[in-house]
């Protein structure tokens, strides 16, 4: 049995799309309302959680909360900086499978940044580190059928102050593939930047969306060339993972026809290729190539320790993805 759980263990740290904090252990349920505001002081006349609450019912800095969809209590954190005014902006960080909220905040500089465009950013916490994006990925999110578009466009609903029309989302590997599906099912996000991750859900008639995409051309796990990852199962064992995808380009190309976009214009710097798209209604679908770059969030904080055991990819230092993705969301509001 203690062979069985230890196998089962490396396995989903094998399905790991991110980096992980190994001091960070899975999250606590919050103490937080249900409601999912964090415990702040209200403002006058609008007590945290009512439509239109103001941002300052938010507390400055890092707080935790908590929803619940579907009978199951879900955890998230917020952060919200000093400098965010009523209407702020609000940026949804998915973490990889493994990783967690806290993870992310930890890894990819989303704090930093909120600190000098003065929006909001939440990190919600998958089910056992996982996010359910199709059938066949990932893990038990995947295998028990998580509501997790139901749980962020909660999220989302739950968060007070924002401006509606500058709700975006970003993520690496399985949640950037949650992204994806966000942006496939629903239409409450202006644009998304997923980072080394693909689209494996099904998407028949999605919604136009502005669309960043950064990828490295030599990622093993979520090949730019599309098929199946080193990582994929085929969907089968009791954490399925069939990360079987389109090419990276031909997604891209998906999602331009879908905003109706022209030809791209194309530029390179180094290892680093963009192609962006100007689209109707203020809309762009971008993608950016990193040349020679694995599994990874560029600019991001290495991992020495998990790269060495579980083969993760080091940060490639050709471009921080995080400023980047960024410039791009603000540059996006919904049309």
Not at 284 to 292: C, F, M, P, Q, S
Not at 308 to 329: E, Q, V
Request: a positive charge.
């Amino acid at each position: 049995m203690k062979r069985q759980t230890a196998l089962a263990a490396v396995l989903l740290l094998l399905l790991a799309g991110c980096t992980r904090d190994r001091r960070d252990p899975s999250p606590a349920p919050s103490s937080a309302p249900s409601n999912g505001v964090p415990s702040a002081p209200s403002a006058p006349g609008s007590p945290p959680g009512e439509t239109g609450a103001p941002t300052s019912a938010l507390p400055v800095g890092r707080s935790s909360a908590s929803l619940t969809v579907d009978g199951r209590q879900r955890t998230y954190l917020m952060y919200r900086p000093a400098s965010a005014k009523a209407g702020a902006p609000l940026v949804v960080v998915l973490h990889g499978a493994v990783g967690t909220g806290r993870q992310a905040a930890q890894a990819y500089g989303w704090d930093a940044e909120a600190d000098k465009g003065g929006f909001l950013v939440a990190y919600p916490d998958g089910v056992n580190r996982t996010w359910n994006v199709s059938p066949d990925c990932c893990g038990v999110a995947a295998r028990d059928d998580v509501d997790d578009v139901g749980f962020i466009t909660k999220l989302v609903a739950a968060v007070p102050g924002v401006d509606p029309k500058r709700v975006y989302a970003t993520g690496i590997s399985n949640g950037a593939m949650l992204a994806y599906r966000l942006a496939c099912e629903t239409t409450i996000f202006a644009a998304i930047g997923p980072v080394a991750g693909t689209m494996l859900n099904e998407c028949d008639d999605p919604a136009p969306i502005s669309i960043i995409h950064i990828h490295g051309d030599k990622d093993p796990t979520v090949p730019y060339g599309g098929g199946p990852g080193r990582r994929s199962n085929a969907g089968t064992g009791r954490l399925p993972a069939k990360i079987d995808g389109p090419s990276v380009p031909s997604l891209i190309d998906t999602w331009r026809r879908t905003d109706g976009c022209p030809a791209p214009a194309t530029t390179k710097s180094g290892p680093v290729t963009t192609s962006v798209a100007t689209c109707p209604q203020g809309r762009a679908v971008e993608l950016i190539t990193v040349a020679g770059a694995g599994h990874q969030w560029p600019g991001s904080k290495p991992a020495p320790a998990a790269e060495r055991l579980f083969r993760l990819d080091p940060p490639s230092t050709a471009l921080n993805a995080t400023p980047t993705i960024w410039t791009f969301l603000h540059a996006h509001p919904k049309a």
